[in-house]
């Protein structure tokens, strides 16, 4: 069975500061990672990533992926409040085409 | 707006009950999915339907039932509802059969 593992589950933060968010995933025949942001309803999506050591860039945020190691990280820099959210990071394996999502990790940026 | 339609946005029924959810999918997605979003828990998958038929199955309960009509809009079907199933149900779709998915803004349901 496809597995997500994020971490932290939460985290709190000041304006400004840089967070890194990780997230460890087991999936047969891996096919993509994909991060999403939820606020208060719809998660929207952010990246997804396929191939390893290949860096996206949206604005201050960026992502990256390990196939190797099994793991992505998301990096915010210069937090601002409106990045206050749960951050869902997901995989699709090829065996299927549904995604697998972790739980989210909690990021609070307070002003 | 993702261009996935969810109705309705909230719901309060009693135990025992049958509601039906409706998702009308992004113009020319084939794809249709249905996750359930616990307070305590991730989105679960509970199934995935591709142009008309069903693709994938997750861990959804005998008391759910979903189909996908020509049309490509799909409904979640939950009958003999139990405090437990009280939950956010997203609908999500995408192009094919695999890639990005674009979330509805969800169906609230409480059970009373």
């Known amino acids: 069975e496809d597995k997500v593992v994020q971490s932290p589950l939460s985290l709190v933060v000041h304006e400004g500061d840089t967070v890194t968010l990780n997230c460890s995933y087991e999936?047969?025949?891996?096919?993509?990672l994909l991060w999403y942001k939820q606020e208060k309803k719809a998660p929207t999506f952010l990246f997804m990533l396929?191939?390893?050591?290949i860096e996206k860039k949206s604005g201050r945020l960026s992502s990256i992926l390990d196939k190797k190691e099994l793991f992505s990280i998301l990096n915010i820099t210069a937090t601002q409040t409106g990045d206050s959210a749960v951050y869902l990071c997901?995989?699709?394996?090829?065996?299927?085409?549904?995604?697998?999502f972790g739980e989210g990790t909690q990021l609070t940026v307070n002003p | 707006d993702s261009g996935v339609t969810q109705t309705p946005k909230h719901l309060i029924t009693a135990t025992g009950q049958r509601v039906t959810l409706r998702c009308s999918p992004r113009?020319?997605?084939?794809?249709v999915y249905w996750y359930q979003q616990s307070l305590d828990q991730g989105l679960q998958f509970l199934i995935q339907?591709?142009?008309?038929?069903?693709?994938a199955k997750g861990n959804i309960l005998e008391r759910f039932s979903a189909q996908q009509f020509p049309d490509l809009h799909s409904e979640l079907n939950l009958s003999s509802l139990e405090l437990g199933d009280s939950a956010l149900y997203f609908c999500?779709?995408?192009?094919?059969?695999?890639?990005?998915?674009?979330f509805g803004e969800g169906s609230r349901l409480t059970v009373l």
């Open positions: 999936v047969t025949n891996f096919r993509s």
């Open positions: 339907y591709y142009n008309g038929e069903e693709r």
């Open positions: 113009s020319g997605d084939l794809s």
């Open positions: 997901a995989v699709a394996g090829t065996s299927g085409s549904r995604l697998t």
């Open positions: 999500a779709s995408s192009v094919a059969l695999a890639g990005e998915l674009f």
């Open positions: 396929t191939s390893s050591g």
